[in-house]
């Protein structure tokens, strides 16, 4: 064997050895809008402070995420750390053995029990997340439609009406841009989004947990009476638009107004070349009190049956870290850290959502905690009932009784 | 007798097992999962009573219901429009006078090698009310009025992805047609022909009757196909079928029902319930042509 053969083999005999040291760990996530930033940002961030560890972002679909998730789970291939959905499906999975109790984990200390809440037993006692995200509800708006046709961002209901009417006038741009296809969008960017509003944030979200308020309660349904509204303003053919065409007629500049999330943030700053601003949930009269939806969206866990759990955990005390909120509260605007320590957004349209936790009344989706843990399933009923009223094939009544009708068939305290 | 023919054995084997494996065992297990039901994480055995529950709980029924019903729509449509214009397209292509022929026979059999997701996709670009070419076009020819937005109207939304799925297939009658139409003896057809039965007579008095088989086998082939039907109404319309469950079909209700769906989580048992029922009803629909039909087609020889 020549000196040079020996050499290579020999260099190649210590490769690998080194490599053999470095764990990979990989992450499930339905956030596949995320992959540039997870690679651009966050995972470079972690390498560099923990060398040995390696990350493996592997997003799905989001609609699709728990039910790949789930029958990766069970037959053992899925990655090592897992982004969990808040309450039920992740609730589920930490009782299903899944998931790794985080009772221990240092990092928790870092979260206050609210922000805890999406991702801990019933009693409280087992937080098997770490709480990375929550997302506010609101409408984001074409400044320069704005201006041009001299219009002034809504704060009650009567002129955000009158605001859509005026647009629908000129007659060059659509109102709103929504779909109604996806369905989903109906009840998360309509429904969750003007609804805290109505049934008071978390007196009518506890009310209805408790028992003592009813889904055809007037306070519910005059959520779909108002979403009835909306089909007049969301432009030709809405029925069979889906999320992404609503999110590119905005960004074109085509339509006014986008019922939205803060998620959309990021994706819209790289879309969008004109300025936007955003308004919360307009209220019933000048001053009453507003409320929103800040939901608490994301957390991220360890598979219970991970080969690496040392290094996983690792990496979950970071994800809890300060330096880790602050890269992606402003990698991701419009995902805002659930830790106590706050942290400055700089991004100005995620800022703005964030400034509104300061003058209203936070609250969560009234459909995530317990309501949707049976048969039929009240989330995916409410996607349902919301893009119906929207497209007027179901009156609001109807819709709501509906709901609350499923709702009482599995539910004790709503019998 | 008593010699085992060894090299039959051993020739069999390999066939056997995969499909007992990949087949046989999880169609039969998934029957057995289908009479079990979970209570505080344990398996149980619960009989029939997943079926009950699909059959007469008006939560379950409904959707059930709802599903089997347009599942039979999609199949009529297929068999109303996707085959008589198979046979059609066969009987022209198999036409002596035809010129290229031979590339309207791949032009017509391309999209039944795509994929359903790009069929899916494509279409659904096509139709859509705010980017698609269906509005522009329509209204080049004056007739933007009939637009709507199909794929988003309950009323529409079914017979739309059923036409497309038609357009895709089409290829598929036609081909199997056109191969039994040549296979006709041309003593047969120029028998006629000193009889004086020429042209479309010909064709409705000799060689239909000759080619029923064919068409039999089409449409049972239609009939499995359409009765697990799946991708397209998933890559058109997502798992929850919509608008408002109107192109439910049962594989898209299974699919929901034993993976979940968003929050929903998944239920293996009732979701082994109605992947039963679909194998029942594809097993009945089956025997009634095995039986009722397939017997009493007249085979000739020639």
């Known amino acids: 064997m020549t000196k040079t053969l020996k050499g290579a083999l020999l260099l190649s005999v210590l490769g690998t050895g080194a490599w053999a040291q470095d764990v990979t760990l990989t992450i499930e996530s339905w956030r596949n809008d995320d992959l540039k930033i997870w690679q651009d940002e966050i995972i470079p961030a972690f390498e560099a402070e923990h060398p040995g560890i390696k990350l493996n972002f592997t997003p799905s679909a989001p609609a699709e995420y728990n039910a790949i998730l789930n029958s990766k789970l069970d037959a053992g291939s899925a990655g090592d750390i897992i982004t969990c959905r808040p309450f039920d499906a992740s609730l589920a999975l930490y009782e299903g053995g899944k998931l790794a109790d985080l009772s221990d984990l240092e990092g928790m200390s ?20 770490v709480p990375m995200g929550a997302v506010i509800h609101g409408f984001i708006y074409n400044k320069e439609i704005f201006e041009e046709l001299g219009l002034e961002e809504p704060t009650t209901v009567a002129e955000f009406y009158d605001v859509l009417d005026k647009i629908k006038e000129d007659g060059t741009y ?79 500049g085509r339509a006014a107004i986008y019922p939205a999330g803060s998620w ?95 003058q209203c009344e936070s609250t969560i989706r009234s459909s995530y905690q317990i309501l949707s843990r049976g048969t039929p399933n009240l989330e995916n009923e409410l996607w349902n009932a919301s893009a119906a009223v929207i497209k007027g094939t179901e009156t609001p009544e109807e819709a709501a009784n509906r709901l609350q009708e499923g709702l009482a068939s599995w539910y004790e305290n709503q019998q | 007798m008593g010699r085992i023919r060894w090299h039959v054995v051993v020739f069999l084997a390999p066939a056997v097992l995969v499909y007992t494996a990949v087949m046989i065992f999880p169609l039969f297990d998934t029957l057995r999962l289908a009479l079990f039901n979970a209570e505080d994480k344990a398996r149980i055995f619960v009989g029939l009573a997943n079926f009950k ?61 795509l994929s359903f997701v790009i069929v899916g996709f494509a279409w659904k670009l096509i139709l859509s009310p705010i980017w698609g070419i269906a509005p522009s076009m329509l209204d080049a020819v004056g007739l933007k009025s009939l637009f709507a937005p199909w794929l988003g109207k309950e009323e529409y939304a079914l017979t739309t992805l059923a036409l497309i799925s038609v357009w895709q297939f089409v290829g598929i009658p036609m081909m199997l047609i056109y191969a039994a139409l040549l296979s006709i003896p041309e003593e047969i057809l120029e028998a ?17 009757p000759l080619i029923l088989p064919s068409i039999g086998i089409i449409s049972i082939l239609t009939f499995v196909g359409n009765f697990n039907a799946f991708d397209l109404i998933y890559a058109a319309q997502g798992a929850l079928a ?16 034993f993976f979940g769906f968003q929050l929903q989580l998944g239920d293996p048992y009732m979701g082994s319930a109605i992947a039963s029922a679909m194998f029942g009803i594809i097993l009945i629909g089956v025997c009634i042509y095995l039986f009722g039909i397939q017997r009493r087609l007249r085979h000739y020889q020639f």
């Not at chain 1, 709103?176 to 429904?191: F, H, R, V």
């Not at chain 2, 006629?192 to 239909?208: M, N, P, Q, R």
């Not at chain 2, 919509?242 to 029902?257: E, H, Q, V």
């Open chain 2, 242 to 257: 919509g608008p408002d469950f109107s192109t439910d079909i049962l594989g898209t209700f299974m699919y929901r029902t």
């Open chain 1, 264 to 358: 959309e943030v990021s994706g819209f700053n790289n879309l969008a070349d004109f300025e936007m601003g955003a308004f919360p949930p307009p209220v019933a009269a000048e001053g009453d009190t507003c409320y929103i939806s800040d939901h608490t969206d994301i957390g991220i866990g360890m598979n219970a049956a991970t080969e690496h759990p040392e290094e996983a955990k690792t990496f979950l005390n970071w994800v809890a870290s300060p330096e880790f909120s602050k890269i992606f509260a402003n990698a991701l605007p419009g995902f805002y850290p659930l830790a106590s320590e706050p942290v400055e957004i700089t991004d100005p349209l995620a800022a703005e959502f964030a400034s509104w936790r300061d």
């Open chain 1, 174 to 252: 659509t109102p709103m841009a929504m779909g109604t296809n996806d369905q989903w969008e109906a009840a998360t960017m309509g429904y969750q989004n003007i609804g805290p509003t109505y049934w008071k944030g978390e007196e009518g979200r506890t009310a209805l947990i408790s028992g003592d308020a009813k889904l055809n309660d007037p306070q519910f349904t005059e959520v779909f009476t108002e979403l009835a509204k909306w089909g007049d303003y969301l432009g030709d053919g809405f029925e069979a638009q889906t999320y992404p065409d609503s999110q590119n007629v905005f960004t074109l």
């Open chain 2, 192 to 208: 006629g022909e000193v009889d004086g039965i020429t042209g479309l007579s010909a064709f409705w008095k000799i060689k239909l």
């Open chain 1, 110 to 129: 870092n979260f206050s029990d609210v922000a805890k809440s999406a991702w801990v037993t019933d009693d409280g006692e087992h937080p098997f997340c």
């Open chain 2, 53 to 113: 529950r699909l059959f007469l709980d008006p939560i379950w029924s409904e959707q059930f219901w709802n599903a089997l019903a347009n599942n039979f729509w999609f199949f009529l449509i297929h068999m109303l429009v996707q085959n008589p214009i198979g046979i059609a397209l066969a009987a022209l292509l198999s036409s002596p006078k035809l010129r290229f022929a031979a590339l309207y026979r791949t032009a017509i059999f391309v999209p039944t090698i």
